[in-house]
């Protein structure tokens, strides 16, 4: 059995430009969870205060899979144990495990700690014995081993020993500086093996394009513990990415870990992460790029479908991916054809409708909109072309005034807006004014116009009352070209019922979250009056 | 000796979302000579006219190092080799090498060629020996090699037997599907270089995250031609890196290649590709990505400074990349001081101001603020601390009204402003009204105020004309607050000289927009006083 371990929240938390909120830690903790992550690093609680708060929050998940590590350095020279702080915050985590990293590197101890080659030891002996009477796992990261064994053998190895004899559950071999070749993994984790018997794990940085291999050829030769990252985040070139990790283990090389079923979710993990990292997903990453299965024009998509095997190396849907055909109409359709079956609408294939459909969504995709996340506005694109759902509201128009007084005082925002329903529905409802006009005030400009619309709209569609936005993103395409750049607005609502996405797109950003937020209530209006037909509710 | 051989041009333009112009190629062409590399495969030229003309206008480079390789596949079945269309435009490019490929997995000659195993090897053996006519070198791509070998052995062995006959210089073992894990092919190169004697080579993919480690080992084995791109590029997850192979083969393994001088322009070349792929550089890439010598986390910033060597697994200049201190929450005080170093202010470790600014940033960024990617900011916030700066305006207020008339109508914005600058500085200038009150249109809100701010300033200080927005990122911090959430917005301006990038965090966008792009303002003004006491400008 080979336990993953990841440490995305930690050390993957490190990587420049990266700084995940609260909040961002703990929706990845679930991912994980639900992927079947066997630990997760969540922090360093002694380094700064939302780390701390993780370790708090993180109590309150419901979590069927994971462990929760928390991470240290070992004690500090001079210090008691008991008294240095950062070992103490470990205590009160109260995690299931922690790991603890020391020096293995001689010079690491003398220039880098100030403290003799025994005193080192100790201290990693202590730290660790302390540790394991307060919790079932204590894991040892021996930092710089590597290097460490290259250049002081006997010393890495004691290092290692001292933690061994403090009862550390698994002496993690780190490849710190990412500067090791294969072949020199190779014959240190020989040695190693020989010299210590104890469990063993790695955990290697990509400096040199090795994190994947190491890891792998530590697994090869027994460890059972493998540290890497989602989409290999980590400082400078990254830790080992699991994304590739994970698969290669389980579909290739048939080691026990993670069970088969789970990897469904690694693309959805994988491209979580890079959202919460605000970064672009890289899309040729392995296994989880949107590139991975995209075959060029000329492997026809009928060979590739009567013969997956000779063009790809894994079916894509064992990892959550897609195949893709690229510069192919007929692709393009079979994609409506079958996302249109998903929601409920029969399509043919020479229907002029899907035609029509694929149009619109390459011209607004051509503009920055991307219905990946954003299904609603997409099954609001697909049944207004089908004539499938009705107009619930007209916008009469709205302004959004930002005015911030001086330096010293807040920015606030007001927003007036006028709607107007439809004559059918307003006969139908019973109502005799179909126009409102109406203001609401926010913080930030976009919270006033939503507050607003709802306003204006609850009073003709009391329902609204019920939806919850529990997600606002921008995204800014075309970055480099300033403040005329585009803003993409994804939001995502709920009414405890089901939960759904929208878009929008414009030069404005108040503009772009108002299709984004308009698109949220139709989808919400659309779906109860489809209850409503089917004869009751259904469930999300 | 082991050869280069770069395909950027040719499997590295497959990639999705790549055009490279007749120009970009020729531009990378004088990079790769420049950097030394022994064949540059410079397309296909019977598969589109782009190619075709790469080859004319190639002749007239003055290449010193690279050789320019000719691209085709194996003559088509029941045509003789020399009416076959491909074939005869490979002899017309007049290069001093070509390259052919040709199937060694039985399942794509007989299902996807639809020709016999006998067939495809007359075809691969007549195709070679034709060439041999014509061109010095001829190099055979044994397609799907791994994958056919493991399917069917004995007839992967005899394709490149079947090249070999027709007297090709090096047979090239292709893992097209990029399937393949280290140890099988250890395993089957082993067992080929026992069958075959003849030279090898190796094109591999990066499905399995392999490429570079498969590479590796087919020259630690004995290969001598390396095939991938720049950057990895290619089609799905890319083909093999060069800028992780030529470092690791020349530095490390210290095999003869590339000479080793020739390496520092490593960096540069891969920017180029970058750019003319139009494509941000990935800044986590091995050797060449921005942040492949970036160090972050606090207890790695003082030991780096110590002694490079504990943290850094090679010299950045040999790759012609550079070391960089980072600033973030994880920072302690050395990071601090260091970066205030870097910005010429001296501090010292126990000075009261470091703690004073850490403090204040800890707080920032609990906040939201990110100083990384906005170093003008941080800049500002050291130099403010401790009164190395003046305060040049001050906002008396602004207001910010966005309007959509209707659904159909697009929304537009104005904004108005007004500034006062100090006294002090109103005297220097000469200037008797320090404050200004007017307005600006934009297409979004964000941009209106942009407008208005400047044209306010411009009048003060005539030299933000100069500041040109280059890059506008928003990101919102706490999503699940909805609409409530917070957004951090990032820019990123240039006024020819230099570079700088600000922070701004609200609850209120706009307000975030303002902070980063004042700050901005107050960046330029502050750096062009410091050139004017400096006596004179500075490069950027």
Redesign the interface.
Known sequence: MVYIYDTTLRDGA????I?F???DKL?ITEALDELGIHYIEGGWPG????DLAYFEEVKKLNLKNSKIVAFS?TKRKGVKVEKDSNIQQLVKTEVPAVTVFGKS?D??AT??LGISLEENLELIFETVSYLKKYFDEVFFDAE?FFDGYKSNPEYAIKTLLAAKEGGADCLVLCD????T???ETEEIIDTVLKKVKAPIGIHAH?????A??NS??AV?KGAIQVQGTIN?LG????NA?LC?IIP?LVL??GIKSIPEENLKKLYSVSRLVSELS?RPH??????V?E??????AGVHVS?VEK?PK?????EPEKVGNKRKI?VSELSGRSNIISKAKELGVELSKDSPAVKEILDKIKNLEAQGYHFEGAEGSFELLLKESLGLTKKYF??????????????NE????EATIKVEIPKEIAEEKGIEDRFEHTAAE??????AL?KALRKALEKFYPSIGEI?????????LN???????S?RVLIESTDGKRKWGTVGV??????A??LALADAIKYKLMKDDEDTDRGGSSEG
């Open positions: 490190q990587t420049r430009g700084s909120s609260l909040e929706r380094s700064n205060p939302k350095s590197w010079l690491h220039l880098g710089h710190t500086n990412g500067g070749l294969w072949y990509n400096d040199s394009d090795m994947v291999v792998l050829i090869k290999g400082e400078r070139t990254g990415n590739s290669n290739k090389m605000n890289p899309v040729n990453l392995p296994y790029g590139n991975a299965f995209a075959h060029k060979a013969n000779l063009y790809e190396h894994i690229m007209e916008l009469k128009g709205f302004r959004v005034l930002t005015e911030k007084r001086s330096e807040e920015a606030y925002a926010g913080r930030g400009p976009v919270e939503d919850k936005l529990t997600d606002y993103k921008v995204r800014i970055e480099a070209a300033g403040t005329e750049a803003p414009s030069p404005n950003i108040i503009e979250s108002w």
